[in-house]
């Protein structure tokens, strides 16, 4: 992409009414732009980044076993009045009524539009066990939308529903997930805790919040000091295996940690050794739940079983907050300059920066990299803007590419450009020719 050619409307000043960094650092850097209070439009530079986590969600999904699919975001409230919600959800729910007089909702989650759909077309335990997701707009009426896309009232969630025969297969479904979850959110460079919480209007028995520790976060998190330290790393899984799964569960949450309303003090200190005792805020990306028959019960999701006789399914749900996560780890990533994208989630992975547009021989060279790099497949933003070069490294410092190449007419009379990792500030010189090998490293 040639950024004389893109959208990237970066802001001068921050702007006053944006409270944390992720929020201020998005607004800058051209990522969204607020169309009512707590939704946003997406624009070009955030778009690629929230379809970079959606891509990561997928797949870690899929490795699961999960089923994707895609349910709408406008639901009939006749749904949610068999499942007692309809009146249970409260203000955060946004109902409205078709020119029918149709009470309907903008679904704030969908556990009765699947219950629905496994009741409507899975008769027998032999299509069990079943894990549907999907990735879809939510929408809650939040009082008070704040710090951008993390509290928004329109936000992006992959949710996930898991069918089982038995209590056993459900927890199995629930400790996959969080193997599946940690995996994730690891890929897009963040280290999550998953703390035991309270389960809220989804109901439930067990439940698991990830949690990702800032200042900024609004909950309140006691934890064991070793549980930052772990990495799940590129151990092989297998999903399938109900003692692989558990083992996971066990080595990450062993640990005691909650948040600051179900904290139980005592238990706390009892595991936790004091020097390890570790008190901070937290952002939650994602939560797991156990819920048994909560719906399949009042719903009639039920499959005939083994013996013939019908039982109703144990079920789960599962989500991670994709839109917040953009905010989430501008949070755990970022210096005074602006964002540093960890690499699997960046805009791009490279930005040129022509020191001297309009110089001949630096031109050639750029538009050469450009055409090379991109022909490699590697994601490149190419600023050929007639600006100083101070301006365009403050540029791609804010949007917080891995790598910049920056071209220039000194550079090139001793044959080389420089580049400059993002994080680290290291910078090298090598031909242009060794780019892209080096870049594929
Ligand atoms: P919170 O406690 O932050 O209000 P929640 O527990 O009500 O969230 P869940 O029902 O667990 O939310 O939804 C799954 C995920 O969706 C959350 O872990 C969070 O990452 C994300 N999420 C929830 N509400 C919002 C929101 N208003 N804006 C952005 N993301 C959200
Ligand atoms: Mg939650």
Redesign the pocket.
């Known amino acids: 992409m040639r950024l004389s050619r893109y959208f990237l409307p970066v802001l001068k000043e921050t702007p006053a009414d944006a409270q944390i960094v992720s929020h201020q650092l998005m607004l800058r850097a051209g990522m969204i732009k607020q169309a009512a209070a707590g939704i946003y439009s997406w624009l070009p530079l955030g778009y690629r980044v929230l379809r970079n986590i959606e891509r990561i969600v997928h797949e870690e999904q899929q490795r699961a076993g999960h089923i994707p699919m895609l349910m709408p975001t406008l639901q009939s409230a006749d749904l949610w009045r068999e499942s007692g919600r309809f009146d249970a959800y409260g203000p955060e729910m946004l109902r409205l009524r078709d020119r029918h007089e149709r009470d309907m909702l903008y679904g704030p989650?969908n556990e009765e539009l699947v219950t629905d759909i496994f009741r409507s077309h899975v008769s027998s335990y032999k299509t069990l066990p079943l894990t549907l997701y999907h990735i879809q707009w939510k929408f809650?009426d939040?009082i008070r939308?704040r710090f951008g896309?993390?509290?928004?009232?329109e936000?992006l969630?992959k949710?996930g529903y898991n069918f089982d025969l038995t209590e056993e297969d459900a927890r199995h479904a629930y400790n996959r997930h969080l193997v599946s979850y940690l995996r994730t959110y690891e890929r897009m460079g963040l280290q999550t805790i998953p703390m035991r919480a309270d389960s809220?209007p989804?109901g439930g028995d067990d439940t698991h919040?990830f949690v990702v520790l800032a200042e900024t976060g609004?909950s309140e998190v006691f934890y064991d000091s070793e549980v930052t330290d772990r990495r799940f790393g590129d151990r092989v899984i297998d999903y399938d295996s109900h003692d692989d799964c558990r083992a996971v569960f066990e080595e990450f949450t062993s640990h005691y940690a909650r948040t600051g309303e179900t904290h139980d003090e005592a238990l706390f200190h009892e595991r936790v050794p004091e020097a390890r005792r570790r008190h901070a805020r937290g952002i939650?990306?994602?939560?797991i739940f156990y819920f048994g028959t909560k719906y399949s019960e009042p719903m009639g999701a039920t499959v005939q079983g083994p013996d013939g006789k019908p039982v109703p399914v144990h079920m789960g749900s599962h989500?991670?907050?994709i839109?917040?996560l953009l905010g989430a780890i501008i949070e755990a990533s970022h210096d005074e300059r602006g964002i540093v994208w960890p690499a699997a989630v960046a805009p791009f992975q490279v930005g040129i920066v022509n020191a001297k547009q309009g110089d001949p021989a630096s031109d050639a060279a750029c538009e050469k990299l450009y055409a090379t790099l991109a022909r490699a497949g590697i994601e490149v933003l190419y600023d050929d803007r007639t600006e100083r070069a101070g301006a365009k490294f403050a540029t791609m410092d804010l949007i917080g590419l891995p790598w910049r190449v920056t071209v220039g007419p000194r550079g090139l009379a001793d044959g080389v450009v420089e580049l400059t990792n993002r994080r680290s500030g290291e910078r090298e010189e090598l031909a242009p020719s060794q780019l892209q090998g080096r870049l594929s490293e």
């Open positions: 989650t809650r939040e939308p896309v993390m509290r928004g009232r936000f969630m949710d809220g989804i919040e609004e939650e990306v994602g939560q989500g991670i907050g839109s917040r």
